[in-house]
């Protein structure tokens, strides 16, 4: 059991390692592509991937599991990421930050009401809330804050729907079958839901574009790092922790992106965005103490 914690925050660490530094890669993309065709195509490297790791079919599939793998293709492959990429159409980049730091306690509510689970302890709100002050400082230090009605409310719907994901992650993880398996029919399902806004949004072929080697790493990075290998660790470790502790990892999301920034775009870092990275840390600490004290007991 130890040993499975352990993995399951493993896990959790590295995909939040990898996703806080995606949007270095989108914003290089989004020069020459919509943000949808980002999307498709991350996805369908990342299905291409998962199906060469793991070609063998599954079986036995009843209809209502999936309807469960069609609701989580729905939310956490195409929903998210397109009222994500929407929202910063209408409201600031800090207001996104802030606002999709809210997962964890949407994640923590459908919990409790959906799965039956232990309703959190004090240590994760008052994590929560120094994690929030932190995220805050990280994204408001080198901006205004200016509230945008339309983007906002995209933003926590964003939210929520990934609350919603990783509560169905936890169902099928339930079911027994392999990581990769459900995470590939789940991309399946996410491109299926995708092929619409390919239409509705400005999209074209443009194969030219894949000859430009930096367009191509980006591609190959999101499709292969972010999607296919970080969907299958961001699952286990929902199957290992559950999902109210694996999504308390999303507060480390801008302490990464911002590392990134400093590292790879040289960008300066405010005395405001250090304290916040701190602070944020503090709430991830907080919010996971109860198995960090286990952790020393079992020492």
Wanted: charge should be positive; glycine fraction near 8%; hydrophobic fraction near 55%.
């Amino acid at each position: 059991m130890r040993n499975d914690r352990a993995r399951g925050h493993a896990a959790a660490l590295f995909t939040i390692l990898i996703w806080g530094t995606t949007f270095i890669s989108t914003k290089v993309l989004l020069r020459g592509f919509q943000p949808v065709e980002i999307l498709f195509i991350r996805f369908l490297l990342g299905l291409a991937a998962l199906c060469l790791a793991c070609p063998r079919r599954m079986k036995g599939v009843t209809r209502r599991q999936e309807l469960v793998f069609a609701g989580a293709g729905l939310c956490g492959v195409c929903l998210y990421y397109l009222l994500e990429n929407i929202a910063l159409t209408y409201t600031l980049a800090s207001n996104v930050g802030v606002i999709l730091s809210v997962i964890p306690f949407f994640t923590a509510v459908l919990s409790h009401l959906f799965l039956k689970e232990e309703r959190p302890g004090g240590g994760f709100y008052l994590g929560f809330v120094v994690a929030m002050a932190g995220i805050s400082l990280i994204s408001f230090s080198g901006s205004r804050l200016e509230l945008n009605p339309v983007g906002d409310l995209l933003s926590l719907l964003a939210a929520m729907v990934w609350a919603c994901y990783v509560i169905l992650t936890r169902k099928i993880s339930a079911w027994g079958w392999n990581t990769i398996l459900t995470t590939r029919r789940t991309f399946c399902w996410g491109i299926l839901w995708m092929l619409p806004a390919l239409f509705f949004f400005d999209c074209r072929l443009g194969l030219e574009r894949f000859a430009n080697p930096v367009y191509l790493g980006n591609l190959l990075f999101l499709g292969f790092g972010a999607s296919a290998l970080c969907f299958v660790t961001w699952n286990l470790a929902v199957k290992l922790l559950g999902p109210v502790k694996t999504s308390v990892y999303t507060y480390l999301a801008p302490v990464i992106t911002i590392a990134a920034s400093v590292l790879i775009l040289h960008e300066p870092i405010t005395p405001l965005a250090a304290l916040g990275a701190a602070l944020t840390l503090a709430g991830l600490l907080l919010s996971q103490g109860k198995d960090l004290l286990k952790k020393e007991r079992a020492k």
